[in-house]
């Protein structure tokens, strides 16, 4: 007897549905496809130290891929890359290595920026990037900057689906190393806003 | 295809028992003809004219059997839906996501589909009774699963029945409704292994990478 006999949707059982597969529900189904009962066996508390999955296991890079996620998975790579290299330069003293490849890495920010319809977190962690390469006006990021710059871009490629918040606390630390992460113009509003208080 | 179901498991979120009217509250923004079919207190499922709903205190999928080749449209269902749960919920990591997709390929009867899966040669057997059921295998059914992911991947030969009996309230012309299928039927589940941040999860651009990944496999696997 192979028949399969497929109802039409009717109010479902109530029960919990956790079995290792991913679960439909299609009441009556042949054996194949009916729900297998055995549960995981992942204790309570385990997720706080198993590690989580790699971004490029989840979102394999795709030949010809027009998504905007690929295309900034591969721009933070390389921006990684380059902030490492400086980051090593700077270590060994080497500072006019360590600006070039600093100035490569914010060579990335402006194709960065365009991939900004992944999230308004990423968003406003590459607008600071961007806005606080423009404010240092030619002179090179040292060592804390960097290295801040480095850790965040790696945390990002590896979640770049941050919550705005998220993003924001990002931010923070880039402005807690002293990196200036606004745009020119609302600095200098600031700025005058900040003197116009100051002469009250 | 002929049906694709996303879904998303948790550690317990127990804010479900605050949170699931405020979850289909905004859920009605973005579905027509949202209805609560099983209200629960820790199980809640429903249906829109996109699909169904299922939220659990351990897991939620969204699921329809009329999905878009290219899983377009059933993306941006399970993003509306999974952005509202995991929000609402406060899920944090998911233990697990997958996406199950089946596609089917009618013949004209089962015979037909039988020899139709033995030309594929996915088994290497030799012909002979086994069992005392049959000669050749109808069913295969395979899994490959590494430290990240995970794909089961099952092909069946079957034929199938669908029997509705209208309500007399109806009026309708014919009281029942009744329709066979022979057929070859491709069922996989495409799913994480490790633990998934919620600042890596995007529905629509993992369902369009997953989607991708199955058909490009499946090309491979029949020997295209």
Known sequence: ?200 | MTLAVCEVRYEDAYLIYDHTGQIYHELRANFAGLKVISPAPSQTTATADQGSFGLETGASRFTTNKPDSKLEQFAVSCKHFFESVTRNLEVKVFTRVGLRTMFRKDFATLDEAKSAFTSLKLVNLKPTERFGAAAEPHEIYLRWEGKDVGTTWRLKAESGKIDVILPPELEAEKSELHKAFNGLVLDVDYYTVAPVDRSQWDPTEWIQHSIRTIRRDTDAIFGG
């Open chain 1, 1 to 200: 007897m192979t028949d399969t006999p497929i109802e039409t949707p009717r109010k479902p059982s109530v029960r919990q549905l956790s079995g290792p597969e991913t679960v439909f529900r299609l009441p009556g189904t042949q054996p194949g496809s009916t729900l297998i009962a055995a549960r995981e066996s992942r204790s309570s508390g385990s997720l706080a130290l198993a590690p989580v999955i790699e971004i490029d296991k989840l979102y394999p890079a795709a030949q010809g891929s027009r998504s905007h996620l690929v295309t900034a998975l591969g721009l933070l790579a390389d921006g990684i890359d380059f902030l490492a290299q400086a980051r090593i330069a700077a270590q060994k003293g080497r500072l006019i290595e360590s600006d070039r490849y600093t100035q490569r890495f914010q060579a990335t920010l402006p194709s960065l920026f365009r991939c900004r319809k992944i999230g308004d977190g990423f968003a406003v962690v590459i607008n600071a990037l961007h806005f606080a390469s423009i404010n240092m006006h030619g002179k090179p990021l040292n060592l804390d900057q960097i290295t801040t710059s480095w850790r965040i871009l790696k945390e990002l490629r590896n979640g770049p689906f941050v919550e705005f918040e998220q993003g924001l606390e990002y931010v923070e630390q880039l402005e807690g190393c002293g990196l200036e992460v606004d745009p020119p113009i609302v600095s200098e509003l600031l700025e005058d806003l900040e003197h116009e208080q100051s002469l009250r």
